[in-house]
């Protein structure tokens, strides 16, 4: 066996294979090696049913999905492997007008990436597939694309790519240990030695924790069990196949939650029914292989009496066999496939419940960022770091579970899933409860959404248009623009980066200047090495040697570690997570300063106190570091503080407050209201799939400044022409829908871009899209088209910040004393 390699990866699945597969096909092929200790395919690959889906609300996985049926088609050609591909398209009926909707939304991300997607109505589905009863459907999509494939022959074809192009597989070779080395290389031990090499992919289906566990990371994976019927043949698809009548599509009845596809003159069913038990919860026994479960067919009685009644040939035919097997899942359902945490050069491609789909694309997106440094496409739907240490072995049974029973569900733009909460709250939570809050959660974290009042029942109400919350939204925005309003941040990302390289580090890791005064703060962007935007804070300058930064809440783990990687390693840095221990609140409003006056000595006129700019100040009798900085383009501040004191500042601020009307607001006003200011966000406007420069964010970059992180790619892809910009527009004749992202931007009905997110403007009282356009049609006053679920309304180029455009409110340039 060899000794070293640069790349060595552990499992043989499809997803493993794949891996190598890809880093073999970008030149890497003989210095890559895969582990598996058992055969290849024998874990979860070689009982799963091979499907296809190219369904997936997610732009990320979408992208990974398109890829991955690409590569199959072409694989056999390749490899002379057959790979067993039927492309026979897939169907997806609706039974109502909201699952409609949902396809609508998705068939605007299909247009973005270029999925073809086509629109049936129930007769057309009749034709289609003339064994389905069509009684109760509204509609349905055909992906013709779409199919199914034989995944151990998949396998086995990637296989014998990568090894083609020199990549060594070792079969019967299990994983004993890995540890790294002190020069930084990792050792991985087997039973037949030790494999010294740079890099680790850990591809290892049910047995991730375990994995995990071995370098001490907490993979936030577990299995659940997934069923499907195997039936005996049916005469009339018998006599189908005979007459050379073509197969018919993969037919699922979302609103049903199944799916059923022919399989040798008979049928398959899948369900993915509620109840469905996680396993393997503390990991497989090391020595399994092959392994089923014993089958719960009462458990999936009522999606078998659903299918009968949508399909009644298979009421018709008895069952030959049930599968009951492991299927990898996510608190979310979207695969690991990226860097791991903490670690440099392990790297995580676990979690795939649709594996034989996500593998090509996986491997291809981990071979490319292993090589080159970077991915090609914006990976953060499927980030190893989107979840936390707060995803503990209990919570990701619930969530897992959850997530597995939710696959055919609806999957509205603001559901919010309840298992495993509330699980982190801000000391102020109840309060708010008290107050109608409706929450919603990012990392953990619980946030008012929307507050419930004037008898509004305090639940959620999910749709693809505007629904009950939009009323609330608006009165939440009303009283914020007129009064004063309060919203919890507790869930923000906070760190202090401290010691006597903190300054020189951090000027080379953003792309902005530093703040040269004590107190004095920045807008600043960490690039990557393409010179795409990888994260925003809020900086702080506490002192020489010491800054204090906030970001997003829900890439807290992605934002740190970034941070933590890029440090230097000689001790002269020092990293402080202080995301528990700090509370947020922010006052926004014409009447903030007024309010914030009545609780505090501190002189917060606008000579004393600029807008951005910082102050320790005492609220009541609570240290706070008050910033003068918000996300709504009001008057205002955020008050960071030690997190015990929340409730005391939070009963200050109200006790102060009634007379001048403090309401507090929630997330989806905050929404709105940052859309009227053009303000963009990490992971829509903000992207690594584009320069600073496409984002329109000059104003925040540097390039004169010296060296820093991307700066060399930043310069030259501005050099050679910005191709892509960002703009943001306003959209006519909406009456009950928004955009609400992915949306296709069309110019006499060609595709000129996407918009990256939408929503009404309360203030301006009109409905907005930021989008990313060709930059020829990126000047104000330019007209186009944009899709809101299927419907096609005019849109037009409007300057950045239709609300407020000089910033006047928020300099408060007309009440600058009060």
Same mark, same amino acid.
């Given at each position: 066996?060899?000794?070293?390699?640069?790349?060595?990866?552990?499992?043989?699945?499809?997803?493993?294979?794949?891996?190598?597969?890809?880093?073999?096909?970008?030149?890497?092929?003989?210095?890559?090696?895969?582990?598996?200790?058992?055969?290849?395919?024998?874990?979860?690959?070689?009982?799963?049913?091979?499907?296809?889906?190219?369904?997936?609300?997610?732009?990320?996985?979408?992208?990974?999905?398109?890829?991955?049926?690409?590569?199959?088609?072409?694989?056999?050609?390749?490899?002379?492997?057959?790979?067993?591909?039927?492309?026979?398209?897939?169907?997806?009926?609706?039974?109502?007008?909201?699952?409609?909707?949902?396809?609508?939304?998705?068939?605007?991300?299909?247009?973005?990436?270029?999925?073809?997607?086509?629109?049936?109505?129930?007769?057309?589905?009749?034709?289609?597939?003339?064994?389905?009863?069509?009684?109760?459907?509204?509609?349905?999509?055909?992906?013709?694309?779409?199919?199914?494939?034989?995944?151990?022959?998949?396998?086995?074809?990637?296989?014998?790519?990568?090894?083609?192009?020199?990549?060594?597989?070792?079969?019967?070779?299990?994983?004993?240990?890995?540890?790294?080395?002190?020069?930084?290389?990792?050792?991985?031990?087997?039973?037949?030695?030790?494999?010294?090499?740079?890099?680790?992919?850990?591809?290892?289906?049910?047995?991730?924790?375990?994995?995990?566990?071995?370098?001490?990371?907490?993979?936030?994976?577990?299995?659940?069990?997934?069923?499907?019927?195997?039936?005996?043949?049916?005469?009339?698809?018998?006599?189908?196949?005979?007459?050379?009548?073509?197969?018919?599509?993969?037919?699922?009845?979302?609103?049903?939650?199944?799916?059923?596809?022919?399989?040798?003159?008979?049928?398959?069913?899948?369900?993915?029914?509620?109840?469905?038990?996680?396993?393997?919860?503390?990991?497989?026994?090391?020595?399994?292989?092959?392994?089923?479960?014993?089958?719960?067919?009462?458990?999936?009685?009522?999606?078998?009496?659903?299918?009968?009644?949508?399909?009644?040939?298979?009421?018709?035919?008895?069952?030959?066999?049930?599968?009951?097997?492991?299927?990898?899942?996510?608190?979310?359902?979207?695969?690991?496939?990226?860097?791991?945490?903490?670690?440099?050069?392990?790297?995580?491609?676990?979690?795939?419940?649709?594996?034989?789909?996500?593998?090509?694309?996986?491997?291809?997106?981990?071979?490319?960022?292993?090589?080159?440094?970077?991915?090609?496409?914006?990976?953060?739907?499927?980030?190893?770091?989107?979840?936390?240490?707060?995803?503990?072995?209990?919570?990701?049974?619930?969530?897992?579970?959850?997530?597995?029973?939710?696959?055919?569900?609806?999957?509205?733009?603001?559901?919010?899933?309840?298992?495993?909460?509330?699980?982190?709250?801000?000391?102020?939570?109840?309060?708010?409860?008290?107050?109608?809050?409706?929450?919603?959660?990012?990392?953990?974290?619980?946030?008012?959404?929307?507050?419930?009042?004037?008898?509004?029942?305090?639940?959620?109400?999910?749709?693809?248009?505007?629904?009950?919350?939009?009323?609330?939204?608006?009165?939440?925005?009303?009283?914020?623009?007129?009064?004063?309003?309060?919203?919890?941040?507790?869930?923000?990302?906070?760190?202090?980066?401290?010691?006597?390289?903190?300054?020189?580090?951090?000027?080379?890791?953003?792309?902005?200047?530093?703040?040269?005064?004590?107190?004095?703060?920045?807008?600043?962007?960490?690039?990557?090495?393409?010179?795409?935007?990888?994260?925003?804070?809020?900086?702080?300058?506490?002192?020489?040697?010491?800054?204090?930064?906030?970001?997003?809440?829900?890439?807290?783990?992605?934002?740190?570690?970034?941070?933590?990687?890029?440090?230097?390693?000689?001790?002269?840095?020092?990293?402080?997570?202080?995301?528990?221990?700090?509370?947020?609140?922010?006052?926004?409003?014409?009447?903030?300063?007024?309010?914030?006056? +009545?609780?505090?000595?501190?002189? $917060? #006129?606008? &000579?004393?106190?600029?807008?951005? =700019?910082?102050? /320790?100040?005492? !609220?009541?009798?609570?240290?706070?570091?008050?910033?003068?900085?918000?996300?709504?383009?009001?008057?205002?501040?955020?008050?960071?503080?030690?997190?015990?004191?929340?409730?005391?500042?939070?009963?200050?601020?109200?006790?102060?407050?009634?007379?001048?009307?403090?309401?507090?607001?929630?997330?989806?006003?905050?929404?709105?209201?940052?859309?009227?200011?053009?303000? +963009?966000?990490?992971?829509?406007? $903000? #992207?690594? &799939?584009?320069?600073?420069?496409? =984002?329109?964010? /000059?104003?925040? !970059?540097?390039?004169?400044?010296?060296?820093?992180?991307?700066?060399?790619?930043?310069?030259?892809?501005?050099?050679?022409?910005?191709?892509?910009?960002?703009?943001?527009?306003?959209?006519?004749?909406?009456?009950?829908?928004?955009?609400?992202?992915?949306?296709?931007?069309?110019?006499?009905?060609?595709?000129?871009?996407?918009?990256?997110?939408?929503?009404?403007?309360?203030?301006?009282?009109?409905? $907005?899209?930021?989008?990313?356009?060709?930059?020829?049609?990126?000047?104000?006053?330019?007209?186009?088209?944009?899709?809101?679920?299927?419907?096609?309304?005019?849109?037009?180029?409007?300057?950045?910040?239709?609300?407020?455009?000089?910033?006047?409110?928020?300099?408060?340039?007309?009440?600058?004393?009060?």
């Amino acid at each position: 066996m060899k000794s070293h390699a640069k790349v060595v990866v552990i499992g043989g699945g499809v997803v493993g294979v794949s891996a190598l597969y890809h880093l073999a096909r970008k030149g890497w092929g003989d210095d890559v090696v895969l582990l598996e200790k058992a055969e290849l395919t024998s874990g979860s690959t070689w009982h799963a049913a091979g499907l296809l889906p190219l369904f997936n609300m997610s732009y990320s996985v979408g992208q990974v999905h398109k890829y991955s049926v690409r590569l199959y088609q072409e694989l056999e050609a390749e490899t002379g492997q057959p790979v067993g591909f039927s492309q026979v398209g897939n169907l997806r009926l609706a039974m109502n007008h909201d699952r409609m909707d949902e396809y609508r939304q998705y068939a605007a991300t299909a247009r973005t990436i270029g999925i073809d997607v086509k629109f049936l109505t129930p007769k057309e589905i009749g034709k289609l597939w003339p064994m389905c009863n069509i009684d109760g459907l509204v509609g349905g999509i055909f992906h013709p694309d779409d199919g199914y494939i034989q995944p151990a022959d998949l396998t086995q074809a990637l296989a014998k790519g990568a090894r083609a192009r020199g990549a060594t597989i070792y079969r019967k070779t299990a994983v004993l240990a890995i540890e790294q080395t002190s020069s930084g290389a990792w050792r991985v031990s087997t039973p037949n030695g030790d494999i010294t090499c740079e890099h680790v992919i850990s591809a290892t289906g049910n047995y991730a924790r375990q994995t995990g566990a071995m370098v001490g990371l907490d993979i936030p994976v577990i299995p659940v069990e997934h069923q499907y019927i195997v039936t005996e043949k049916h005469p009339e698809l018998v006599k189908r196949r005979e007459s050379g009548a073509p197969e018919m599509a993969v037919l699922r009845e979302s609103d049903g939650s199944w799916y059923l596809r022919e399989e040798n003159g008979g049928f398959i069913l899948g369900p993915y029914e509620k109840g469905a038990p996680c396993c393997y919860v503390d990991g497989p026994d090391p020595r399994a292989e092959y392994e089923l479960f014993q089958e719960d067919i009462d458990r999936l009685a009522p999606h078998i009496e659903a299918a009968m009644s949508r399909v009644p040939a298979f009421a018709e035919v008895g069952i030959k066999q049930v599968y009951n097997g492991a299927i990898a899942y996510t608190p979310d359902g979207n695969p690991i496939i990226g860097p791991a945490w903490d670690l440099d050069n392990f790297w995580l491609n676990e979690g795939h419940s649709f594996g034989i789909t996500a593998a090509g694309g996986a491997g291809w997106q981990l071979a490319e960022w292993i090589v080159e440094g970077e991915p090609t496409i914006d990976m953060l739907g499927v980030e190893p770091r989107r979840f936390g240490d707060y995803a503990s072995k209990k919570y990701l049974i619930e969530k897992n579970e959850e997530a597995y029973s939710n696959v055919f569900v609806i999957h509205y733009p603001d559901e919010e899933r309840p298992a495993g909460r509330p699980l982190r709250k801000a000391p102020c939570y109840e309060r708010m409860q008290a107050m109608g809050a409706v929450f919603g959660q990012k990392f953990g974290w619980e946030r008012p959404n929307f507050f419930a009042t004037d008898g509004m029942a305090q639940e959620d109400d999910w749709s693809f248009r505007r629904s009950k919350w939009f009323e609330a939204v608006r009165k939440e925005v009303a009283n914020t623009t007129t009064n004063v309003g309060l919203l919890d941040m507790t869930a923000f990302a906070k760190c202090r980066i401290s010691g006597p390289g903190a300054e020189a580090f951090l000027d080379g890791f953003v792309a902005n200047n530093l703040p040269k005064k004590t107190g004095g703060m920045a807008l600043v962007h960490a690039l990557n090495r393409n010179g795409g935007i990888h994260s925003e804070f809020t900086l702080r300058r506490e002192a020489s040697d010491s800054f204090y930064l906030v970001s997003a809440g829900a890439l807290q783990r992605l934002d740190h570690d970034y941070i933590k990687k890029h440090m230097p390693r000689d001790g002269s840095v020092q990293f402080t997570q202080l995301t528990g221990a700090l509370g947020v609140l922010v006052v926004a409003g014409p009447k903030s300063r007024q309010l914030l006056q +009545r609780v505090t000595d501190a002189d $917060l #006129s606008n &000579e004393a106190f600029r807008w951005l =700019s910082t102050r /320790d100040i005492v !609220v009541g009798m609570a240290p706070v570091n008050a910033m003068r900085v918000n996300y709504v383009g009001e008057l205002g501040w955020e008050l960071h503080h030690p997190i015990e004191y929340q409730n005391h500042i939070f009963d200050a601020l109200f006790a102060a407050g009634e007379d001048l009307g403090l309401k507090p607001f929630g997330i989806r006003a905050m929404d709105s209201m940052r859309l009227e200011k053009s303000y +963009r966000m990490v992971g829509t406007e $903000l #992207s690594i &799939e584009y320069s600073a420069y496409e =984002s329109a964010m /000059d104003r925040f !970059v540097k390039p004169d400044k010296g060296d820093f992180l991307g700066r060399e790619a930043l310069v030259a892809s501005r050099d050679a022409g910005v191709n892509t910009l960002l703009v943001t527009l306003e959209v006519a004749g909406v009456d009950d829908a928004d955009a609400l992202g992915n949306n296709a931007l069309l110019r006499d009905g060609k595709l000129i871009g996407r918009a990256t997110g939408g929503g009404f403007g309360f203030r301006i009282n009109k409905s $907005l899209a930021l989008g990313m356009v060709q930059s020829e049609y990126s000047k104000p006053g330019t007209k186009m088209e944009i899709e809101i679920l299927g419907k096609s309304y005019p849109a037009t180029v409007v300057a950045d910040s239709p609300f407020d455009p000089e910033n006047e409110r928020l300099r408060d340039v007309n009440n600058a004393n009060s």
